[in-house]
């Protein structure tokens, strides 16, 4: 069992990583790791799944990203190791919690409950009006794009989202998050003013909450996605 002490060790670590290195620190404030802890941890409940290593792999699974996006997974799940070393865990929590990190994106298959449990948490978020949103945040950040290709892009990759979820519980969260983004997707004019609102905030550092609480104020998106979009953004 990973002691409390050291899961708040990892916790402070992970949100460093992510708030002051990664995207070189624009992204500070985003919650989108507080958040996959919390819906990784509400997966766990009824199931016989070690919640210490949901949780450390949940807090450290995009610890790569610094790195570059591409195979972050498998950058983050080598760069962590001198800091797992230094946490003094037991060899098999070490494992258990790198196989969390390297399984995140699907790119290996994951072989533990725990590992499922933090790759569908981390889905889940990239799903729906919410997972749309982060992406177009994330795109803005590296490249130009126009909102209409970007849709394109997004709708392609639905279908691959949903099918590599592992837990049923999960995927019935995802296909009603789905079904809300493909009525986004459908209304283009919609889109153009959402992805251009995204991308200014994205190049001036305004993380994706602060982006999505205005779009919740200012109300031109329709009702029932900032619903979606309220309960995105405080999973229960
Ligand atoms: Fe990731
Ligand atoms: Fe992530």
Redesign the pocket.
């Known amino acids: 069992m990973i002691p409390a002490e050291k899961l708040e060790r990892i916790r402070e670590y992970a949100l460093h990583m992510d708030w002051n290195i990664a995207f070189g620190g624009r992204s500070k404030g985003n919650r989108?790791l507080e958040r996959?802890v919390k819906i990784a941890l509400s997966l766990s409940k009824w199931k016989d799944v070690r919640e210490d290593i949901v949780a450390a792999g949940a807090w450290l699974?995009?610890v790569g990203l610094h790195l570059g996006n591409e195979g972050h997974c498998f950058s983050g799940a080598r760069f962590i190791q001198p800091f797992l070393d230094e946490l003094d865990l037991s060899q098999d929590d070490t494992e258990r919690v790198t196989h969390c990190i390297e399984a995140?994106d699907g790119e290996v298959p994951a072989k533990t409950l725990e590992a499922k449990t933090v790759h569908d948490a981390?889905t889940l978020?990239k799903m729906g009006p919410l997972g749309f949103i982060r992406h177009a945040w994330k795109i803005a950040n590296i490249t130009d794009y126009d909102s209409s290709s970007l849709a394109d892009e997004i709708e392609k990759h639905l279908p691959t989202r949903l099918e590599k979820i592992y837990l049923p519980e999960a995927k019935e969260r995802a296909v009603a998050l789905e079904r809300e983004l493909k009525n986004l997707l459908a209304n283009r004019e919609l889109l153009v003013r959402l992805t251009s609102l995204v991308a200014k905030g994205s190049r001036t550092g305004i993380p994706t909450e602060e982006i999505v609480a205005e779009l919740i104020r200012s109300e031109f998106l329709p009702e029932s996605t900032l619903d979606v979009l309220r309960e995105q953004l405080d999973p229960q």
């Open positions: 989108h996959t699974h995009d995140h981390d978020d």
